[in-house]
Nanobody, 127 residues
């Protein structure tokens, strides 16, 4: 049974930083897609930052390039989202997501429909 357990988030002032963590509860092989999405009320869920695990490519929404960094600690089965220079428009409910494949994945999509597994969401509020 696959679970994604998120932590982090909370409130920050504009210009500040927060870090989100997402731990997947099953052993996974390298080269899967894991990353972060966000959704505000009345808006569609959008990809923020995703990566091919195992040292692969990273992908970012244009609005967060240069400010957010997605990374992983494979020994801990954990993916992180370091959010720097936060802006009020980053305020949203952030979700961790995973797309798993036993054969390995070489590239990831930013669209949420490609991801089968989701965390519970964690609120980020920037004022």
């Amino acid at each position: 049974h696959v679970q994604l357990v998120e932590s982090g988030g909370g409130s920050a002032q504009a210009g500040g930083s927060l870090r989100l963590s997402c731990t997947i509860t099953v052993r996974r092989f390298p080269r899967n897609c894991m990353g972060w999405f966000r959704q505000t009320p009345g808006q569609e869920r959008e990809g923020v930052a995703v990566m091919v695990t195992g040292g692969g490519l990273t992908y970012y929404h244009n609005s967060v390039k240069g400010r957010f960094i997605v990374s992983e600690d494979s020994a801990k089965n954990t993916v992180y989202l370091q959010m720097n220079n936060l802006k009020p428009e980053d305020t949203s409910l952030y979700y961790c997501a995973a797309r798993l494949s036993g054969r390995g994945i070489d590239s990831c999509e930013m669209g949420p429909t490609q991801y089968a597994y989701w965390g519970q969401g964690t609120q980020v509020t920037v004022s």
